[in-house]
């Protein structure tokens, strides 16, 4: 039977591949964080106080202190194509899609901010992809990070009467492939350093104590990285956690603490990398780079080196093609 001709045009099948960050304001200003603040903080997974006591405290207090105070921290680190967590992000998103370009579209989204997951799966699904990886860019496991990106692109999924076949990235915390990479991009930067570290700090975002008890793998992972990386690279790694926010336990040792402590043991010369985070963003570029060195001085150290993410450097992207690639095999 030949296709009708008002029947709309029916696009190539082929197969998608959606990577997705946590997100950023849209500029370093206050009203753009606090945009980005109010999602973030609404969200269950992200902060599992019941609404009806979390709401207020977020909306009569959170969101009319903390944007300006994170909006200055952004600018610190703001550059001209715009947040740094977004421009590497987009970057390994355009690496990926030059290396698959023959089998796959590569598409990037954020959990908040733009684009949204939601979007960028009904633009895929328009232009024809019939399968989908949906690719969170976490290696260790939470609920907060991992768990918020599928849930929304399942919420999105069930908005659509025509399904593409889904699949997902799962955590790589102890996958070889991203244990070599970290191995060969820390070294690498060591080797470029004018000093030799007393210590090298592997610093994780911390999350609170009770996403643990609660049955979050998320430490587990964060600590068989660290063992593994270790092993890997034949030194010890001391390990800590960042970004403690409000008056609940969190995970610990903390990363300034243990940095201060560090410096009060004698241990002068530090360098410090964080391997949760796929790109370099606020939390590394600001709270490390910048209040960590700080801190570091302040309790008397000598030498202090932030080491970068894997970003879109060859190390990180033949690590995550490596993933991906495996994932989307029989599609590919």
Known sequence: MDKPADHPDIPQPKVGILVVNL???????????KRYLKQFLSDRRVVEIPPLIWQPILRGIILNTR????????????????????SFTIAQSKSLGRRMQAVADVRHAMRYGNPSVPDQ???????????????????????????????????ALTRMRWHPAIRTLPPYHDDPAYITALKMSVEASLAQLDFTPDALVISFH??????????DPYHCHCQKTARLLSEAMGRELVVSFQSRFGRAKWLEPATDATLMQLARDGRKKVAIFA?????????????????????FEEAGGTHFAYLPCLNDSDIGMDMLETLIRREVSGWV
């Open 206 to 215: 911390g999350m609170p104590e009770r996403t643990l008890h609660l049955g």
């Open 67 to 86: 944007p300006q105070k994170s909006a200055k921290a952004y600018a610190k680190v703001w550059t001209g194509d715009g947040s740094p967590l977004a």
């Open 121 to 155: 799966l009904a633009a895929m699904k328009a232009a024809g992809c019939n399968k989908i990886l949906i690719a969170p860019l976490y290696p260790q496991y939470s609920g907060a990070t991992t768990g918020t990106v599928l849930d929304e692109a399942y919420a």
């Open 275 to 295: 391997p949760g985070f796929s790109v370099d963003c606020l939390e590394t570029l600001e709270e490390l780079a910048i209040q960590g060195h700080e801190q």
């Open 23 to 33: 997100g950023t304001p849209d500029a370093p200003t206050t009203q753009a964080v």
